[in-house]
């Protein structure tokens, strides 16, 4: 089997295998789950993706399963329960960007159907065209931060390499950066 560089040196069962394996560059339909991929990108700010990978369920947990509505009905006593849990990463701009940005996405649904929508009507973009857009609408979004975002869920490419067993299988499932015009939903 050929694979990525980077992932050579993990062993079958690590986080970083089964998510290169799994989830890594692959796209996703569902708003709560890109929802859950943009907070978790945001989250690894300054830190090794390890350490998100290796808190992933507690996110998914403290934030409940990532559900928009609960998220951007966050109140006061919330954030306090974030900013205490030592399961996830405990930093207040994280945070504050994760309830504001689940206001954002429930204000994009209203618009344009779902978040996914709102992310095909803009591809094909180009990085710094993508930044641009989130920076207009969400926090704590950065190059970096998007470009991950977008390489992870299908809209940029750069996850896998040609040679990469995981590439082959991705082909499969036709992410967004190889489809050439704009086109509706799944």
Same mark, same amino acid.
């Given at each position: 089997?050929?694979?990525?560089?980077?992932? /050579?040196?993990?062993?079958?069962?690590?986080?970083?295998?089964?998510?290169?394996?799994?989830?890594?560059?692959?796209?996703?339909?569902?708003?709560?789950?890109?929802?859950?991929?943009?907070?978790?990108?945001?989250?690894?700010?300054? /830190?090794?993706?390890?350490?998100?990978?290796?808190?992933?369920?507690?996110? =998914? %947990?403290?934030?409940?399963? =990532?559900?928009?509505?609960?998220?951007?009905?966050?109140?006061?006593?919330?954030?306090?329960?974030?900013?205490?849990?030592?399961?996830?990463?405990?930093?207040?701009?994280?945070?504050?960007?994760?309830?504001?940005?689940?206001?954002?996405?429930?204000?994009?649904? %209203?618009?344009?159907?779902?978040?996914?929508?709102?992310?095909?009507?803009?591809?094909?973009?180009?990085?710094?065209?993508?930044?641009?857009?989130? %920076?207009?609408? =969400? %926090?704590?979004?950065?190059?970096?931060?998007?470009?991950?975002? /977008?390489?992870?869920?299908?809209?940029?490419?750069?996850?896998?390499?040609?040679?990469?067993?995981?590439?082959?299988?991705?082909?499969?499932?036709?992410?967004?950066?190889?489809?050439?015009?704009?086109?509706?939903?799944?």
């Amino acid at each position: 089997m050929s694979y990525c560089n980077f992932i /050579l040196t993990t062993t079958e069962d690590s986080v970083h295998r089964i998510y290169h394996d799994t989830e890594y560059g692959f796209p996703i339909y569902d708003d709560n789950l890109l929802f859950a991929r943009l907070v978790l990108e945001i989250n690894q700010a300054g /830190l090794s993706w390890t350490t998100i990978l290796n808190k992933k369920e507690n996110f =998914f %947990k403290a934030y409940h399963q =990532f559900n928009i509505k609960k998220v951007a009905a966050y109140k006061d006593a919330d954030r306090e329960r974030l900013l205490n849990d030592a399961g996830i990463i405990r930093n207040r701009l994280k945070v504050e960007a994760a309830i504001h940005n689940a206001n954002q996405i429930l204000q994009i649904q %209203k618009q344009e159907g779902s978040f996914y929508n709102w992310l095909v009507k803009y591809h094909p973009s180009t990085k710094e065209e993508w930044v641009k857009i989130f %920076k207009k609408q =969400f %926090k704590f979004t950065g190059g970096e931060i998007v470009n991950e975002f /977008l390489m992870s869920t299908g809209f940029l490419p750069g996850a896998h390499h040609e040679n990469c067993t995981v590439f082959k299988k991705l082909k499969k499932e036709k992410p967004m950066w190889m489809q050439n015009k704009k086109s509706g939903t799944r």
